[in-house]
């Protein structure tokens, strides 16, 4: 019966948006979903290009992940490691 479900790949992403980052975006992000809707901007092209942008710059700054920032390696998020040490966590079987 559950022999035909596929396998599911889970994809992890790093945070790279800091706090002061994501709130530039969200702000950026509304006053040019305000230009488009405003009809300040007449040519209908660059009127979607806005709403792209707005829409990129709202969705990166909630999800905290900028592929760009990725990229170009970059990160204004600040990674808080205690003694610099990684914990690994293992569930052991018996």
């Known amino acids: 019966m559950f022999s035909n479900l596929q396998k599911t790949k889970t994809f992890y992403?790093?945070?790279n948006v800091g706090n002061t980052d994501r709130f530039v975006r969200v702000i950026i992000?509304?006053?040019?979903l305000i230009v488009f809707?405003?009809?300040?901007?007449?040519?209908d092209m660059i009127k979607w290009i806005v709403l792209g942008v707005s829409s990129i710059?709202?969705?990166t700054a909630f999800a905290?992940?900028?592929p760009l920032y990725t990229l170009l390696g970059k990160s204004t998020c600040e990674v808080k490691k205690k003694n610099n040490?990684?914990?690994k966590i293992s569930k052991e079987t018996t």
Not at 29 to 32: A, P, S, T, V
Not at 37 to 43: D, H, Q, R, T, V
């Open 13 to 15: 992403y790093e945070k």
């Open 29 to 32: 992000g509304i006053i040019l």
């Open 37 to 43: 809707m405003s009809g300040f901007i007449e040519n």
């Open 57 to 59: 710059l709202i969705v």
């Open 64 to 66: 905290t992940f900028c």
């Open 85 to 87: 040490l990684y914990l």
